[in-house]
């Protein structure tokens, strides 16, 4: 007999994201989190169009849109002049624009519409630390850091949403390849005291990018090129503040500032999405770089897939490891995909020096100014990221569709 139908091991975006659509299947699912709170640090700002359509499923868009800005417009600049501009205002999407809205809020309505569904359950500060396999299913062991004991629980299937450095990954020892870029970035957010309101700005220069995004409650994120991973304690004060205005000619006041912090990037990738009944999803399964915005929304359509295929091997107690195989497939072709965009995105970007950056700026003002620019705005929103949406990829995938639907 099993505890669970489901466990999810992590809750962050991921896990919450396919808990709320496994309960709209009512699915009995157990979501296990070793954090008491979530993650106060700045992550994920950009959702996408394909992402607010799978917020949709479980009648979330409406909430997400209240609360976060929407980005239909991007100015890029050069060292002096302004090179362009992309509009998402005519992409083929119900959402025409990139929602600005902080992981933090994205979890914290997430979970709380999770705690208003039955047959699902979270535990926090509990810690998965173990995995055995048995006949159609698997025993977990989890340790409860609230009352210091020890839990073994059973269930039909594991999703490991555990982040890029997944504990469930490393007991199941599934090879991760992948490396470190050598780029290195410093972000903060400020209430905004530009005239940008909704606009998100790129500035590449030869003296290293800067990227700035609206943020809900008249606030503004600067993320800055920078040439070594910079800790706390290197940076001089105003550091950031200097930077943004050598490199744009922009003063940001000292204490309109909120938090700094910098990150360095990576690209990851499994060799396998899942061993038997245990499945990858998320930052688990990927991980790239955060310039180009892709990792939670790349997650965001794991779970949406991945939510199909449980419910239906749950619905007719039928586990068919070729539908697996499937979700592997496609979802690693559309991580290969996102990983090569975002890489794509921060190469140009970081160009560095006078004459380097003067031809890649004459490239990009070609670029921006030609008919060209038109597939812009569908490469960077994803819509039209390969195998990137289940309801597209159903009407192709005759079999996936005629077992899950
Ligand atoms: C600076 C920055 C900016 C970013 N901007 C964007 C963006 O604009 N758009 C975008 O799409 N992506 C962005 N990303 C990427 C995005 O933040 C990640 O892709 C996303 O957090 C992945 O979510 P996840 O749920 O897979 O993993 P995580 O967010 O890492 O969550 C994993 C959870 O699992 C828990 N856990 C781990 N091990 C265990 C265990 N053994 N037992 C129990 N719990 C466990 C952890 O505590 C954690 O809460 C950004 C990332 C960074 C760093």
Redesign the pocket.
């Known amino acids: 007999m099993m505890d669970y139908q489901v466990v999810i091991?992590?809750?962050?975006?991921?896990?919450l994201l396919l808990g709320n659509l496994l309960a709209k299947e009512n699915i009995k699912t157990l979501i296990?989190?070793?954090?008491l709170e979530s993650?106060q640090h700045?992550?994920?700002?950009?959702i996408t169009p394909p992402s607010l359509g799978i917020l949709k499923k479980i009648k979330l868009d409406n909430l997400f849109i209240q609360q976060g800005v929407k980005i239909n417009q991007v100015w890029i600049h050069g060292s002096k002049y302004q090179l362009g501009s992309l509009t998402f205002r005519n992409i083929k999407s119900e959402f025409q624009f990139i929602l600005s809205l902080p992981?933090i809020q994205t979890e914290k309505n997430l979970e709380d519409h999770l705690r208003n569904q039955g047959n699902i359950k979270i535990l926090r500060n509990?810690?998965?630390?173990d995995i055995t396999p048995m006949d159609q299913g698997i025993e977990i062991t989890i340790i409860d850091h609230n009352h210091s004991q020890t839990q073994h629980l059973k269930t039909s299937y594991l999703v490991a949403?555990?982040?890029?450095k997944?504990?469930v990954r490393n007991l199941l020892k599934i090879v991760n390849p992948g490396n470190p870029y050598q780029d290195t970035f410093l972000?903060g957010d400020f209430f905004d005291s530009t005239s940008f309101q909704q606009e998100a700005h790129l500035f590449f220069t030869s003296l290293g990018s800067v990227e700035s995004f609206p943020l809900p409650a008249g606030k503004r994120r600067w993320i800055i090129q920078t040439d070594q991973y910079r800790t706390e304690n290197d940076l001089q004060d105003h550091f950031l503040i200097d930077e943004i205005q050598k490199r744009t000619n922009i003063r940001l006041n000292p204490s309109d500032q909120m938090n700094e912090n910098p990150?360095g990037v990576q690209h990851y990738l499994n060799s396998n999405y899942f061993k038997d009944r245990v499945i990858f999803c998320?930052?688990?399964a990927h991980t790239m770089s955060?310039i180009g915005?892709?990792?939670?929304?790349t997650?965001f359509a794991d779970a949406d897939l991945l939510a199909m295929i449980l419910s239906y091997f749950l619905k007719e107690s039928s586990y068919q490891p070729q539908l697996l195989k499937r979700y592997e497939k496609y979802r690693k072709k559309a991580a290969q995909a996102a990983t090569f965009r975002a890489w794509s995105s921060m190469r140009i970007g970081t160009v560095k020096g006078k004459f380097q950056s003067f031809f890649r700026n004459l490239l990009l003002f070609a670029v921006l100014n030609l008919p060209l620019k038109a597939i812009l705005p569908a490469y960077f929103s994803m819509i039209n990221i390969p195998f990137g949406q289940s309801d597209l990829l159903l009407q192709k995938d005759l079999l996936l569709k005629n077992l899950i639907e």
């Open positions: 091991c992590g809750a962050g975006p991921i896990g296990i989190e070793k954090k993650d700045s992550k994920a700002i950009g992981q509990s810690e998965l630390i949403c555990d982040g890029g997944s504990s972000m990150f998320g930052d688990s955060p915005g892709q990792g939670m929304n997650g």
